[in-house]
């Protein structure tokens, strides 16, 4: 079985599932509903692994950064552009990320919705950055890969940066509304 197809399925399951809780006005941590992803995935691919399943889960954990994520944070925060994460996952989760992408240096914070018990695109989640930096949404410049994400940000008021990395057409009218990316690097110009 392939990790890729794994993964990318349980990651699927992981935001299909966000959304219905959200909807439904459920909640469980991000990590809680990343493993349930991930074994899922095992189980539509009769994976019964548990060596596999804690290996996945460890490097899900110790995710590397894109390679050009800290050159462009390091050229924002030059500018005196304040630079946050905003994300579904669990503070515990994103404290690991961070560390292992070796980006807290170059963040003023990482905003993660545990605190909400709701996940994005819940326009509470967006607004989590206009509290936490006093401001407008129209003064947010916001950064996705993931379609749903931008576009919830763009509904909310965000500038939208949308890194479309692998070129595919654009969902939810982001040709339209978003300025896209082919990856981070460009975006401190783009911001001018």
């Given amino acids: 079985m392939c990790r890729g197809r794994l993964r990318a399925l349980a990651g699927?399951?992981?935001?299909?599932?966000?959304?219905?809780?959200?909807?439904?006005g459920a909640y469980e941590p991000f990590w809680t509903l990343t493993?349930?992803?991930?074994?899922?995935?095992?189980?539509?691919?009769?994976?019964?692994d548990p060596a596999l399943r804690?290996?996945?889960?460890?490097?899900?954990?110790?995710?590397d950064a894109y390679p050009e994520a800290a050159p462009m944070l390091s050229r924002l925060r030059?500018?005196?552009?304040?630079?946050?994460?905003?994300?579904?996952?669990?503070?515990?989760?994103l404290a690991a990320s961070v560390a292992?992408?070796?980006?807290g240096p170059l963040l003023d914070d990482v905003l993660s919705v545990h605190p909400l018990r709701c996940f994005k695109p819940d326009a509470r989640v967006y607004a989590l950055a206009t509290a936490r930096f006093a401001c407008q949404p129209?003064?947010?410049?916001?950064?996705?890969?993931?379609?749903?994400?931008?576009?919830?940000?763009?509904?909310?008021g965000f500038r939208v940066f949308w890194v479309n990395r692998s070129g595919g057409p654009a969902?939810?009218?982001?040709?339209?509304?978003a300025t896209i990316l082919p990856d981070l690097a460009a975006l401190p110009e783009r911001l001018a």
């Fill in 78 to 93: 030059a500018r005196g552009i304040p630079t946050a994460i905003l994300s579904n996952g669990s503070p515990e989760m």
């Fill in 100 to 103: 292992a992408g070796g980006l």
């Fill in 138 to 156: 129209h003064e947010v410049a916001f950064v996705s890969s993931n379609p749903w994400d931008a576009y919830g940000a763009q509904r909310f």
């Fill in 35 to 48: 493993g349930k992803a991930l074994d899922h995935a095992l189980a539509v691919h009769g994976v019964a």
């Fill in 12 to 24: 699927q399951a992981e935001i299909e599932w966000s959304w219905i809780l959200s909807a439904t």
């Fill in 54 to 63: 804690a290996d996945l889960l460890a490097a899900y954990r110790e995710l």
């Fill in 171 to 177: 969902e939810y009218w982001l040709d339209q509304t």
